[in-house]
């Protein structure tokens, strides 16, 4: 024993301060390795990897349970009922109030010299175009063949060149649409387009409604047609809207809706409420919301935050928290704050960009509903409407942050509505432009331990290098000093059984 301890301290005392510097160097360098590798899965990838591996490959070597075992494997229907929700709760959406490209998003990128919109979401707008303006019997008639072309074009410049040639042939409805969206470079000339346009399209859609009865291929192009009425009406509504003739535009969305009762799909009543906080119109917009804000239809912020405001108004003219934490809140007020909470739930998002604490930038074509997209499309146009209500903003800065409180685990379960996706930020990343814009992520993701581990290692191992580089003599000592301390319990334990046991049994015992 005595021989060991001495073979010991000669081997410490060999030691040079050259070599602690190049040990700590070592250490710090491999710690910072791991931190970088750790930190870029991490942002990648939105989890730990040695954590991953030691859940996915350790726990079963050790005997944890399996996460596709059969015990497991099977769900409740409340469960499955909650994971098909929120499959559904990450589809993709067209913005309803999505901006023109060729007036607005084209004037913003010759200005800042940055792309408003990111490939994924022009490309899903480019199938949506191919949905609802192209069908099977487009190569009969010339000028549609083309547009079935153009449509499909990455180029903006050959879509354009494309929608004139076949303007050369005959007015067509989709061509000029096009020419609207990507080409004109106001608003005004845009509607001078869609006016053309509706001539073109109202002239087909007569045709095809009275042959759409006499085959697969005639109710085919009558459905195509429909859709281009629509789509048209609506942009001619929005160009009224953006014009400034505010009354305009709701009529044209009132008829609109009539006559096409059953295309929700465009969520059109999403713009009428837009033009009807424009109005200051409140009965109508409550009226709107009676019908549309049912348990059966899908929610959007538009929708939740709207009927927030509504509530919000009746009340946050006198509202004072210090006020309301002396006496309580009245039935209003408490109605008022259950509304916000309903739609901090829906989508957490939106608060930030109403209170200003995040900037805003052009919406996209596309949103993910309950993610950061909808809630810039959804505050870039309706921040003026909660700044004209007196005390609107001041209401939701005070009382939406305690919706956290009542949904602490918001991915497991949900309060008045299903557990929050948590694929919206992955999606979110597609559609938003992240070179200048941070996306807003919840629940917030924190750093995981050995990210947090790894950089405490790294940050004292390199302290320990540079202290032994520059006081080898001192750092020496303590390192010898320091050493001694952590076999100290060792050695006292030893000697203790040095002196009980017979000199004869630990002879054997360290030949042994």
Known sequence: MFGTESSLSMFLNTLTPKFYVALT??????????????????????????????VSHLRPLLGGVDSSSPSNANTSNGEADSNRQSVSECKVWRNPLNLFRGAEYNRYT???????LTYYDMNLSAQDHQTFFTCDSDHLRPADAIMQKAWRERNPQA?????????????????????????????????RLFKQALKAGESCYRRSQQLQHHGTQYEAQHRRDTNVLVYIKRRLAM?????????????????LMKEFPLLSMFNIHENLLESLLELQNYADVQ????????????????????????????????????????????????????????????NPHVPK??????????PPEHILKRGDSEAIAYAFFHLQHWKRVEGALNLLHCTWEGTFRMIPYPLEKGHLFYPYPICTETADRELLPTVFHEVSVYPKK???????????????????????????????????????????????IMEKVESILPSSLWHQLTRI
Not at 37 to 49: A, H
Not at 163 to 189: G, P, Q
């Open 353 to 362: 960009y109403l209170l200003e604490m995040k900037s805003l930038i052009l």
């Open 110 to 116: 010759w200005v800042t010299g940055r792309e408003p």
């Open 446 to 492: 924190e750093l995981p331990f050995f990210i947090l581990f790894t950089a405490g290692l790294c940050s004292f191992t390199a302290m320990l290098a540079l202290l032994t580089h520059q006081f080898p003599e001192l750092m020496g000592v303590f390192a010898k000093a320091f050493l001694s301390t952590l076999f100290a319990p060792l050695n006292f």
């Open 239 to 255: 160009c009224s809207r953006k014009l400034g003739r505010t009354r305009e535009a709701v009529k044209m969305m009132r008829d």
């Open 287 to 346: 009226a709107v919301l009676a019908k549309y804000d049912d348990i059966s239809l899908p929610k959007s912020a538009t929708i939740c935050y709207t009927a927030a405001l509504l509530k919000a108004r009746a009340v946050s003219d006198k509202f004072s928290p210090e006020a309301a934490s002396r006496r309580g809140l009245s039935t209003a007020e408490m109605n008022a704050v259950e509304a916000i909470h309903r739609a901090v739930e829906f």
């Open 159 to 191: 879509r354009i060149s494309a929608a004139h040639e076949a303007l050369e042939l005959e007015d067509c409805a989709t061509a000029y649409i096009l020419l609207a969206e990507e080409e004109a470079t106001t608003i005004m000339e845009a509607e």
């Open 25 to 54: 160097g070592t250490s710090s360098l491999i710690s910072g390795l791991i931190l970088i590798f750790e930190w870029w899965y991490f942002r990648k990838y939105g989890t730990s990897f040695i954590e991953q591996v030691s």
